[in-house]
């Protein structure tokens, strides 16, 4: 209890779509950011998308933004990445997080999730 918890993952071709879902203690998930990492064999882990649930602020990375799309589901303390167009780039462990605050403040992610994998092949 209290880490997100991630579903969603899966292999892929080129050019499909995925869901990813990330589901939060309400506690963790109320007035908070909420976010998707991903890391790539070999690389760092790097931000793809946020929202501060508290005002609905959505942030994806610049590179993304034409094929991803971050959405909350207040309801279910539960966050959606939309992934269309995905791309053999794409491929990576995707992590969900969360920290205390909005997305534009200080503070580290102190909740994660153990994440998961995505696979898009050529």
């Known amino acids: 209890q209290g880490q997100p918890v991630e579903s969603g993952g899966g292999s892929v071709e080129s050019g499909g779509s995925l869901r990813l879902t990330c589901e939060a203690s309400?506690?963790?998930?109320?007035?908070?950011?909420m976010a998707w990492f991903r890391q790539a064999p070999g690389k760092e882990r790097v931000l793809v998308a946020s929202?501060?649930?508290?005002?609905?602020?959505?942030f994806v990375a610049d590179s993304l933004r034409d094929r991803f799309t971050i959405s909350p589901n207040h309801a279910k303390s539960t966050v959606y990445l939309q992934m269309d167009m995905m791309k053999p780039e794409d491929t990576a462990m995707y992590y969900c997080?969360?920290?205390?605050?909005?997305?534009?403040?200080?503070?580290?992610?102190?909740?994660w999730g153990q994440g998961t994998q995505v696979t898009v092949s050529s």
């Open positions: 309400g506690y963790i998930y109320r007035g908070n950011c």
């Open positions: 997080a969360a920290k205390y605050g909005s997305c534009k403040g200080g503070g580290d992610f102190i909740y």
């Open positions: 929202v501060s649930t508290r005002d609905g602020t959505t």
